[in-house]
């Protein structure tokens, strides 16, 4: 091989790398990125059982069970519908009552949503972004000016 | 004034940064190429040590080192070395212009941002004054942080808990009131003052946790005049004047001559005999309306709101007039205003403030939710 | 005094804005006083945000409530540690915090830049001083610490609770010191690209400035994580959360410039890659800044949500990133390239783990601000976690971790792949042990826990051939060998321990991810659980009081093999009343390199009390690991080389450039 072979050569394999890269990278996030749905949201949206996505919305007031073990029923509801949840294992501290939640996990088969991963707001002035966003498109939530 | 002593001193101290090395000597720079030679010179010692140690191998250092013997002869010595001029007009312009920027800039822009007369005001400088000097707040912080590191002191959340009411925070009074009574025991003035709190923090309504609590107080002292009083109070809310006006009538007949409490129930009693005439509306308002006709009553009474709401607009920041506001609303059967007032309300101290818990604790009360 | 401490801000405003100017324009009409003036002013505007840093932290540690910034974050109840760290536990003193390591590093450029060319040095002054005169814009109009409150309110509103910890005490300063040291390669590379020329000493000079921002970096990735893992409650060590990709961009872009840099300096070549990527680091530190500051996340790190200050942020980005890029642009022809090299070379492998990590950056930057960008087009949410990054960011490391052990040992120009390959048998032993022993012994059920710890061996052994084949191991007697060992450069030390702890990262991932076991369980007093051979008992639940906070403290004894109590672990449940928070303190036990961490959840009705524990094999080699790279790139500063660097004066008395001491 002359060296301008070489160098080319050098030069493909690089150009077939990042390819595969962003090949790869535009296929993961086909797969993997997960949706971000409001209880109201899944009437219109279709939601395979088993498909990954983030269920957000309020607490349901009265809701919350808790089950055998560390098991908790509750349902995430946008004031227009309401979800029931399934989730096992530690709540957020931060989780209560008719406060922002983000429920991240899939559907069962029997319509019962079982989130592996439940986010709770973050602090007293910090509503879950997309929960902010969802409440206020459907004018349940407004955002209050502070002074 | 020694804030601007030391403002002097620190522009004085920027501007000679910037002034000295302007107007000093003249300095000759040394040309890039030197220090690329330095560069190279060393590289070729690091080599010599390298092959020494046997880092690398012989014939692959001297590669190197013809390698960096061209990059020294590749050096364009010629590269003329930085001007070393004198104050040239361009110098002095840009001196001039440099050196007068600092205090312009810092001075003009301090001027829009800065509070140049407000002191310091740590806090234990603030907790050391003379006690004489000190606002009832800053008293009142005291207290806290006593109480603060003596949970368990009774006698001072007793003082404490009427000084709440007084300064109209509420439910700092509750929890005060009810330390209190946990540490030092029940007394029907504690009671009391717990009933008042709890009512006043729902914004006057007298809530059956507070009737409890007035309850208590008579049950330790028949003759508390506050919780006699509150609790007719109660039963006017509830709509059962008669009643309540039976129970203030039987306390002035019992209250002593100089009791502070007759003012109050003569007052009280007056409002439910106007409210007897004008069923259902809030009794302050409607003490020159009782003579009208009911329609010109209900006007005025539209009027009245209207203006209570016009001057929230003007002076938002009234947590009082927004929940005589969000009331009155109520009263009037206008749940979608009141609601809307609700919301203005909570949105002028923000919704996590402490009169936002308020307003809606006391919405609540009223049968009104934020959100329907 | 704290409005002697805004005064001294505004003023530093005022010199950066002296000190990008000046030195410029004399740089460009090679007037040496006006070059000159930039090392005095980067100084005294250094010595200035001291003062306004120093009266902050004043302002906190004495409660002085009459600063809106004070009475926002702290309380006076607080323990005073927390009321100081509080100073940079708020957007507007992280800020601030911001340009003073920013100054700071300018003004060393400053006394320590005395045997640079005078036009690079003007030059990069004046980058550093348009970067802080911007930052100094942003906090005196957006995010102002030294706002006034008259009358002063009584009292504070307290720290965010979960902030209240140490690890925040050291987590930001050490992230920001590795941002803003970026700052200086940014600097140079800004510079070069302005003179048109790249002088010799230029390598030099950003190696050792890449290698500290790098090392703090890494230092406050670490700690950020440890944070995490034992404040948050979630076990978890890296949540591939938006914020901590905004860190781990610039780390591994300045990794791959730290390798990058050395091919500069050595062989003169990748000249302007290496320059591309200074700058690229730089600004993937400025879009760090970004995502975090503008509240454009949803993150426990977003402090504010303000949108001017996030159109503030975006505007600076946009004229440095994009300023930055487009001098790149015009200039980048002008600059020469360098010398030749195979494939097969030392070179060679620096540019295939530059390929690797700047891809690896390229798709976490794709998973970080896909979301945004799909929110922003078509108003669907997304979220793009751990399983997208697994996917991508894995299958692009573990390549470049199995040629780690390959580079060290290759020669400049052109090296021998079989002689390197026969070197690195021992290590391949070992690793292929370490593989058989897993898969025997320790698990056998999962190839990928097994390939994980060969992996790791791999890359620990690998870095200690590295060391044994450059002191001549089994070529020289022994007492020469050790002679050998303790006179190579410092440079190949920070080599072979930053590749160790690599190797140990490594093996502390593959050892929580693989081996780790966790129960979630409800308790009550007096009942055991058994973990991995770990037994616990609950003793129940105590109150107590601490001094802004009450808490429920789940005891839980340890059970030896007897049954008798070994230790005691303890996890809480803490609440705030001020800002009616609750937190929980993980109970963590460490036993070797292995931990045991309790979680406390909520209490039922019937006094029990949801429980979780994890069993964490060899977790602490991940923080480990990081302060072992941090140690080895310690080391390589203090390599000889870097220290001489430029000429010195003692050959060019005249050529020296005016002390850059406080006038």
Same mark, same amino acid.
């Given at each position: 091989?002359?060296?301008?072979?070489?160098?080319?050569?050098?030069?493909?394999?690089?150009?077939?790398?990042?390819?595969?890269?962003?090949?790869?990278?535009?296929?993961?996030?086909?797969?993997?990125?997960?949706?971000?749905?409001?209880?109201?949201?899944?009437?219109?949206?279709?939601?395979?059982?088993?498909?990954?996505?983030?269920?957000?919305?309020?607490?349901?007031?009265?809701?919350?069970?808790?089950?055998?073990?560390?098991? *908790?029923?509750? %349902?995430?509801?946008?004031?227009?519908?309401?979800?029931?949840?399934?989730?096992?294992?530690?709540?957020? $501290?931060?989780?209560?009552?008719?406060?922002?939640?983000?429920?991240?996990?899939?559907?069962?088969?029997?319509?019962?949503?079982?989130?592996?991963?439940?986010?709770?707001?973050?602090?007293?002035?910090?509503?879950?972004?997309?929960?902010?966003?969802?409440?206020?498109?459907?004018?349940?939530?407004?955002?209050?000016?502070?002074? | 004034?020694?804030?601007? *002593?030391?403002?002097?001193?620190?522009?004085?101290?920027?501007?000679?940064?910037?002034?000295?090395?302007?107007?000093?000597?003249?300095?000759?720079?040394?040309? +890039?190429?030197?220090?690329?030679?330095?560069?190279?010179?060393?590289?070729?010692?690091?080599?010599?040590?390298?092959?020494?140690?046997?880092?690398?191998?012989?014939?692959?250092?001297?590669?190197?080192?013809?390698?960096?013997?061209?990059?020294?002869?590749?050096?364009?010595?010629?590269?003329?070395?930085?001007?070393?001029?004198?104050?040239?007009?361009?110098?002095?312009?840009?001196?001039?212009?440099?050196?007068?920027?600092?205090?312009?800039?810092?001075?003009?822009?301090?001027?829009?941002?800065?509070?140049?007369?407000?002191?310091?005001?740590?806090?234990?400088?603030?907790?050391?004054?003379?006690?004489?000097?000190?606002?009832?707040?800053?008293?009142?912080?005291?207290?806290?942080?006593?109480?603060?590191?003596?949970?368990?002191?009774?006698?001072?959340?007793?003082?404490?808990?009427?000084?709440?009411?007084?300064?109209?925070?509420?439910?700092?009074?509750?929890?005060?009131?009810?330390?209190?009574?946990?540490?030092?025991?029940?007394?029907? +003035?504690?009671?009391?003052?717990?009933?008042?709190?709890?009512?006043?923090?729902?914004?006057?309504?007298?809530?059956?946790?507070?009737?409890?609590? =007035?309850? #208590?107080?008579?049950?330790?002292?028949?003759?508390?005049?506050?919780? %006699?009083?509150?609790?007719?109070?109660?039963?006017?809310?509830?709509?059962?004047?008669?009643?309540?006006?039976?129970?203030?009538?039987?306390?002035?007949?019992?209250?002593?001559?100089?009791?502070?409490?007759?003012?109050?129930?003569?007052? +009280?009693?007056?409002?439910?005999?106007?409210?007897?005439?004008?069923?259902?509306?809030?009794?302050?308002?409607?003490?020159?309306?009782?003579?009208? %006709?009911?329609?010109?009553?209900?006007?005025?009474?539209?009027?009245?709101?209207?203006?209570?709401?016009?001057?929230?607009?003007?002076?938002?920041?009234?947590?009082?007039?927004?929940?005589?506001?969000?009331?009155?609303?109520? /009263?009037?059967?206008?749940? $979608?205003?009141?609601?809307?007032?609700?919301?203005?309300?909570?949105?002028?101290?923000?919704?996590? %403030?402490?009169?936002?818990?308020?307003?809606?604790?006391?919405?609540?009360?009223?049968?009104?939710?934020?959100?329907? | 005094?704290?409005?002697?401490?805004?005064?001294?801000?505004?003023?530093?405003?005022?010199?950066?804005?002296?000190?990008?100017?000046?030195?410029?324009?004399?740089?460009?009409?090679?007037?040496?006083?006006?070059?000159?003036?930039?090392?005095?002013? +980067?100084?005294?505007?250094?010595?200035?945000?001291?003062?306004?840093?120093?009266?902050?932290?004043?302002?906190?540690?004495?409660? $002085?409530?009459?600063?809106?910034?004070?009475?926002?974050?702290?309380?006076?109840?607080?323990?005073?540690?927390?009321?100081?760290?509080?100073?940079?536990?708020?957007?507007?003193?992280?800020?601030?915090?911001?340009?003073?390591?920013?100054?700071?590093?300018?003004?060393?450029?400053?006394?320590?830049?005395?045997?640079?060319?005078?036009?690079?040095?003007?030059?990069?002054?004046?980058?550093?001083?348009?970067?802080?005169?911007?930052?100094?814009?942003?906090?005196?109009?957006?995010?102002?610490?030294?706002?006034?409150?008259?009358?002063?309110?009584?009292?504070?509103?307290?720290?965010?609770?979960?902030?209240?910890?140490?690890?925040?005490?050291?987590?930001?300063?050490?992230?920001?010191?590795?941002? /803003?040291?970026?700052?200086?390669?940014?600097?140079?590379?800004?510079?070069?690209?302005?003179?048109?020329?790249?002088?010799?000493?230029?390598?030099?000079?950003?190696?050792?400035?890449?290698?500290?921002?790098?090392?703090?970096?890494?230092?406050?990735?670490?700690?950020?994580?440890?944070?995490?893992?034992?404040?948050?409650?979630?076990?978890?060590?890296?949540?591939?959360?938006?914020?901590?990709?905004?860190?781990?961009?610039?780390?591994? #872009?300045?990794?791959?410039?730290?390798?990058?840099?050395?091919?500069?300096?050595?062989?003169?070549?990748?000249?302007?890659?290496?320059?591309?990527?200074?700058?690229?680091?730089?600004?993937?530190?400025?879009?760090?800044?970004?995502?975090?500051?503008?509240?454009?996340?949803?993150?426990?790190?977003?402090?504010?949500?303000?949108?001017?200050?996030?159109?503030?942020?975006?505007?600076?980005?946009?004229?440095?990133?994009?300023?930055?890029?487009?001098?790149?642009?015009?200039?980048?022809?002008?600059?020469?390239?360098?010398?030749?090299?195979?494939?097969?070379?030392?070179?060679? #492998?620096?540019?295939?783990?530059?390929?690797?990590?700047?891809?690896?950056?390229?798709?976490?930057?794709?998973?970080?601000?896909?979301?945004?960008?799909?929110?922003?087009?078509?108003?669907?949410?997304?979220?793009?976690?751990?399983?997208?990054?697994?996917?991508?960011?894995?299958?692009?490391?573990?390549?470049?971790?199995?040629?780690?052990?390959?580079?060290?040992?290759?020669?400049?120009?052109?090296?021998?792949?079989?002689? *390197?390959?026969?070197?690195?048998?021992?290590?391949?032993?070992?690793?292929?042990?370490?593989?058989?022993?897993?898969?025997?012994?320790?698990?056998?059920?999962?190839?990928?826990?097994?390939?994980?710890?060969?992996?790791?061996?791999?890359?620990?052994?690998?870095?200690?051939?590295?060391?044994?084949?450059?002191?001549?191991?089994?070529?020289?007697?022994? $007492?020469?060998?050790?002679?050998?060992?303790?006179?190579?450069?410092?440079?190949? =030390?920070?080599?072979?321990?930053?590749?160790?702890?690599?190797?140990?990262?490594?093996?502390?991932?593959?050892?929580?991810?693989?081996?780790?076991?966790?129960?979630?369980?409800?308790?009550?007093?007096?009942?055991?659980?058994?973990?991995?051979?770990?037994?616990?008992?609950?003793?129940?639940?105590?109150?107590?009081?601490?001094?802004?906070?009450?808490?429920?403290?789940?005891?839980?004894?340890?059970?030896?093999?007897?049954?008798?109590?070994?230790?005691?672990?303890?996890?809480?449940?803490?609440?705030?009343? *001020?800002?009616?928070?609750?937190?929980?303190?993980?109970?963590?036990?460490?036993?070797?390199?292995?931990?045991?961490?309790?979680?406390?959840?909520?209490?039922?009705?019937?006094?029990?009390?949801?429980?979780?524990?994890?069993?964490?094999?060899?977790?602490?080699?991940?923080?480990?690991?990081?302060?072992?790279?941090?140690?080895?790139?310690?080391?390589?500063?203090?390599?000889?080389?870097?220290?001489?660097?430029?000429?010195?004066?003692?050959?060019?008395?005249?050529?020296?450039?005016?002390?850059?001491?406080?006038?």
């Amino acid at each position: 091989m002359t060296r301008r072979q070489k160098r080319l050569s050098v030069i493909a394999a690089g150009l077939a790398f990042l390819g595969a890269a962003t090949g790869l990278t535009f296929y993961a996030l086909g797969q993997k990125a997960s949706y971000f749905y409001m209880p109201a949201d899944l009437t219109t949206a279709s939601v395979q059982p088993g498909q990954r996505i983030r269920l957000g919305g309020l607490v349901e007031k009265g809701t919350i069970q808790r089950r055998q073990g560390a098991t *908790v029923a509750f %349902s995430v509801t946008d004031t227009q519908k309401s979800v029931k949840v399934m989730y096992t294992g530690i709540l957020p $501290d931060l989780f209560r009552e008719e406060q922002g939640v983000i429920t991240e996990g899939t559907f069962g088969p029997d319509g019962v949503f079982v989130a592996d991963s439940v986010l709770a707001k973050h602090d007293e002035n910090y509503m879950p972004k997309e929960v902010a966003d969802g409440l206020k498109a459907k004018g349940v939530w407004q955002e209050s000016k502070s002074e | 004034m020694l804030f601007w *002593v030391i403002a002097a001193i620190l522009t004085l101290g920027a501007s000679l940064a910037v002034l000295l090395p302007l107007a000093g000597g003249s300095k000759g720079a040394s040309a +890039a190429g030197d220090h690329d030679l330095e560069v190279y010179r060393d590289q070729l010692s690091e080599l010599d040590r390298d092959a020494a140690r046997g880092l690398i191998q012989p014939a692959e250092a001297e590669e190197a080192r013809a390698e960096i013997a061209r990059r020294i002869l590749r050096l364009d010595n010629a590269e003329p070395a930085a001007k070393a001029a004198g104050p040239s007009t361009t110098t002095r312009l840009v001196a001039t212009a440099a050196v007068l920027a600092v205090p312009l800039i810092s001075w003009g822009f301090y001027g829009e941002l800065g509070s140049p007369d407000l002191p310091s005001q740590p806090l234990s400088a603030r907790l050391a004054k003379n006690p004489a000097d000190s606002s009832v707040d800053e008293l009142v912080a005291r207290a806290e942080a006593h109480l603060a590191a003596n949970p368990s002191d009774g006698r001072g959340w007793d003082v404490l808990a009427p000084i709440y009411l007084r300064l109209q925070r509420f439910s700092d009074a509750v929890a005060a009131y009810r330390n209190a009574i946990r540490l030092d025991g029940d007394s029907a +003035a504690r009671q009391a003052g717990l009933g008042e709190a709890i009512a006043n923090a729902a914004g006057g309504i007298v809530s059956a946790e507070a009737q409890d609590a =007035f309850e #208590a107080a008579l049950k330790l002292d028949p003759a508390n005049p506050k919780a %006699s009083f509150y609790l007719a109070m109660g039963l006017a809310q509830e709509g059962r004047v008669p009643e309540a006006t039976a129970a203030w009538q039987k306390m002035l007949s019992t209250l002593p001559q100089d009791s502070p409490w007759r003012g109050a129930v003569e007052q +009280a009693l007056s409002e439910s005999a106007n409210k007897a005439v004008a069923a259902g509306q809030p009794a302050n308002e409607v003490d020159a309306a009782s003579s009208m %006709s009911p329609q010109d009553r209900q006007a005025m009474i539209e009027a009245m709101v209207a203006s209570l709401d016009e001057k929230l607009r003007q002076d938002p920041r009234n947590a009082e007039g927004w929940m005589q506001l969000v009331r009155s609303y109520v /009263v009037l059967g206008k749940a $979608d205003q009141a609601r809307d007032a609700l919301g203005r309300g909570i949105a002028v101290f923000g919704p996590d %403030s402490e009169e936002a818990r308020k307003f809606t604790a006391f919405a609540a009360s009223l049968g009104l939710t934020a959100t329907e | 005094m704290v409005e002697a401490g805004h005064f001294a801000l505004v003023l530093a405003f005022a010199l950066a804005l002296v000190q990008t100017l000046v030195p410029l324009v004399g740089a460009r009409t090679g007037n040496s006083r006006m070059m000159a003036v930039g090392g005095p002013v +980067a100084v005294t505007g250094f010595a200035l945000t001291v003062l306004s840093f120093a009266t902050l932290a004043t302002a906190y540690a004495s409660s $002085d409530f009459s600063v809106a910034n004070v009475w926002e974050n702290s309380h006076s109840l607080q323990p005073l540690i927390y009321k100081i760290t509080g100073t940079w536990g708020n957007h507007e003193g992280s800020m601030l915090l911001w340009v003073l390591i920013l100054t700071f590093f300018g003004a060393l450029v400053a006394v320590f830049g005395g045997n640079l060319p005078a036009t690079l040095r003007a030059n990069v002054l004046a980058v550093q001083g348009a970067i802080g005169a911007t930052f100094f814009l942003f906090i005196l109009t957006t995010s102002n610490p030294f706002i006034r409150m008259n009358p002063a309110p009584i009292e504070g509103r307290d720290l965010n609770p979960i902030l209240q910890d140490l690890g925040l005490a050291i987590h930001p300063p050490l992230l920001y010191l590795g941002y /803003v040291g970026f700052s200086i390669c940014f600097s140079f590379s800004v510079a070069a690209l302005i003179e048109g020329r790249i002088d010799a000493s230029w390598a030099r000079w950003v190696r050792p400035w890449t290698l500290v921002a790098w090392m703090f970096l890494t230092g406050g990735i670490a700690m950020g994580s440890y944070w995490a893992y034992y404040e948050l409650g979630w076990g978890g060590f890296w949540f591939w959360d938006p914020v901590e990709n905004a860190s781990f961009m610039p780390w591994l #872009a300045g990794t791959a410039l730290l390798h990058s840099a050395i091919v500069m300096e050595k062989r003169s070549a990748l000249k302007i890659w290496t320059l591309l990527l200074a700058i690229l680091t730089f600004s993937l530190s400025l879009l760090g800044t970004f995502l975090v500051r503008s509240g454009v996340l949803t993150s426990v790190h977003a402090f504010a949500t303000d949108p001017t200050r996030g159109v503030f942020i975006l505007c600076m980005l946009t004229l440095f990133i994009g300023g930055s890029l487009a001098l790149f642009a015009l200039r980048a022809s002008r600059l020469t390239a360098g010398g030749l090299f195979h494939p097969i070379s030392r070179e060679g #492998a620096l540019i295939l783990n530059n390929l690797f990590l700047t891809t690896a950056t390229a798709t976490v930057l794709i998973g970080t601000l896909y979301p945004l960008a799909v929110e922003a087009l078509t108003a669907d949410k997304i979220s793009v976690g751990a399983p997208f990054f697994n996917l991508t960011f894995g299958p692009l490391m573990v390549p470049l971790l199995v040629v780690v052990p390959f580079g060290p040992l290759l020669a400049w120009k052109r090296g021998d792949l079989f002689a *390197v390959a026969q070197r690195l048998m021992a290590a391949f032993a070992a690793a292929l042990l370490a593989v058989l022993v897993t898969a025997l012994f320790i698990d056998g059920t999962s190839a990928f826990a097994a390939l994980g710890v060969g992996l790791a061996f791999w890359l620990i052994c690998g870095a200690l051939t590295d060391l044994a084949v450059k002191s001549g191991f089994g070529t020289v007697a022994p $007492d020469v060998m050790l002679r050998r060992l303790v006179g190579l450069p410092r440079s190949v =030390f920070g080599t072979a321990l930053a590749h160790f702890g690599l190797g140990l990262t490594t093996l502390g991932i593959v050892g929580t991810l693989c081996f780790g076991t966790e129960k979630i369980l409800s308790m009550r007093a007096g009942e055991t659980v058994e973990l991995s051979g770990q037994t616990l008992r609950f003793e129940g639940l105590y109150p107590s009081q601490g001094p802004n906070y009450s808490e429920d403290r789940g005891r839980f004894a340890l059970l030896g093999a007897d049954g008798s109590t070994t230790s005691e672990i303890t996890s809480a449940k803490r609440f705030y009343p *001020v800002r009616q928070m609750t937190t929980t303190e993980s109970g963590i036990k460490t036993i070797g390199f292995s931990q045991l961490y309790l979680s406390l959840g909520d209490q039922a009705t019937d006094g029990s009390v949801v429980v979780r524990v994890w069993w964490k094999p060899l977790v602490t080699l991940i923080w480990g690991g990081g302060l072992v790279m941090m140690a080895g790139a310690a080391m390589s500063l203090m390599d000889r080389r870097l220290r001489v660097g430029a000429p010195s004066r003692r050959r060019k008395p005249t050529g020296a450039v005016p002390s850059a001491s406080l006038p």
